[in-house]
């Protein structure tokens, strides 16, 4: 238990601060920085490169993964902690990425160190504690900015106090991230291109469909609270949003495995999918603040739902090629986030509403679904 509480709290640290902490403090940078949403759209998709860059440079590192796990926490502490000490644009874009490559870095070691050891313990069944720590560090970050709005903190304390959250946390599991674990060899890992190569049709369709995927959820999951408030601008209101959306997703990822009792990966996915897509347009369609909280529940409730089943699929199709079927597969859905946030950016800037955005992200992911139920290969 004590290695499953380690990496969901290591994996709240590098995705609800690292990453997504970005997405409750943006009403506050756009309040006391006057932050534009075209800037914010950069700022959110240069962490999304950095996380591109990290889980691609993963693959490559030959280095003991609880040594990448320790390094990787202290940089988050430190390059978010030092957003709220500078007012500089560039300087914000570098330290975005840096989190970004950092973020990844634990994501991809954490869950291979923790699912290892989880199952040479024979206690798989707690794999969903471990990436529950998503949805967990999305509810904190969300929480803590709504306390941190009420108080009347600006933007730059609530980013010293997330980094500073960010080291005690990073202490607190230290131990347990002891040396001892040996390097992880890139030389085991197989060529991406390897594994689209050999199995041509089947690799596309999970390629194409995990990067919209990235593209669908990524809109909401960096604007939610700024569309919030621009339907009620009270944060004691719009502020509920992101801690709604990081609770669907702590809990989805602790049902995934009982889910999956139930369906095939596959089916799994397809209704995530869908469900997502109506997350996402809902708020065209319904003007009001319950629309947005059920959209975060939508969205947020099938963010690790589509992820884990997502995996495992490829595990399916690939066996043995797994590796660098997800290597592209992430690669995939790192692209479709990075361009996400610029596009829902300016077509905001043209238009004054995320709606075009949103539309676009829910048409995408119905194609994904209906590319999924059509798709041919064995699995």
């Known amino acids: ?138 509810a904190l970050a969300g929480l803590g900015c709504l306390i941190l709005m009420h108080l009347r903190a600006t933007s730059g304390t609530a980013w ?27 030389r085991s890992a197989t060529n991406p291109i390897d594994a689209v190569r050999h199995d041509n049709r089947g690799s596309i369709v999970l390629i194409f469909c995990y990067g919209v995927f990235g593209f669908g959820y990524i809109i909401p999951a960096t604007f939610l609270p700024a569309m919030a408030k621009q339907i009620i601008p009270d944060p004691a209101v719009f502020g509920w949003s992101w801690p709604v959306f990081g609770a669907a997703a702590m809990l989805s990822a602790l049902a995934v495995p009982g889910l999956r009792r139930l369906g095939a990966n596959r089916r799994l996915w397809i209704a995530g999918h869908t469900l997502m897509a109506i997350g996402v347009v809902l708020p065209v369609f319904w003007t009001g603040i319950v629309a947005i909280i059920l959209a975060a529940l939508l969205v947020g409730g099938t963010l690790m739902l ?48 995320f709606s075009t955005a949103l539309l676009t992200a829910a048409a995408l992911l119905a194609a994904g679904a209906w590319a999924l139920s059509r798709a041919k290969y064995a699995a």
């Open 1 to 138: 238990m004590v290695i499953a509480v380690a990496g969901l709290v290591a994996l709240a640290i590098a995705m609800g601060i690292g990453r997504f902490a970005f997405t409750p403090i943006l009403p506050m940078m756009q309040e006391d920085a006057g932050l534009s949403v075209t800037a914010g759209g950069w700022l959110a998709s240069a962490n999304y490169f950095g996380y591109l860059v990290g889980a691609l440079s993963a693959i490559a590192l030959e280095v003991r993964a609880t040594t990448v796990i320790r390094g990787a926490l202290l940089s988050i502490a430190v390059v978010t902690a030092a957003m709220g000490l500078t007012s500089d644009f560039i300087a914000w874009l570098i330290l975005r990425a840096l989190a970004g490559v950092a973020s990844a870095w634990v994501l991809v070691f954490v869950s291979a160190w923790s699912l290892e050891r989880l199952a040479a313990a024979r206690r798989a069944a707690l794999n969903g504690v471990v990436f529950a720590g998503v949805g967990a560090g999305i």
């Open 160 to 186: 010293i106090i997330f980094g500073v959250l960010s080291l005690l946390l990073s202490f607190a599991v230290w131990p347990v991230y002891a040396s001892g674990s040996r390097p992880i060899s890139p």
């Open 306 to 353: 589509v992820t884990m089943a997502a995996i495992q699929e490829a595990r399916d199709v690939t066996g043995a090629r797994a590796r660098g079927l997800i290597a592209a597969m992430t690669a995939g859905f790192a692209i479709g986030q990075i361009v996400g946030p610029i596009a829902a950016s300016y077509t905001v800037a043209s238009s004054g509403s």
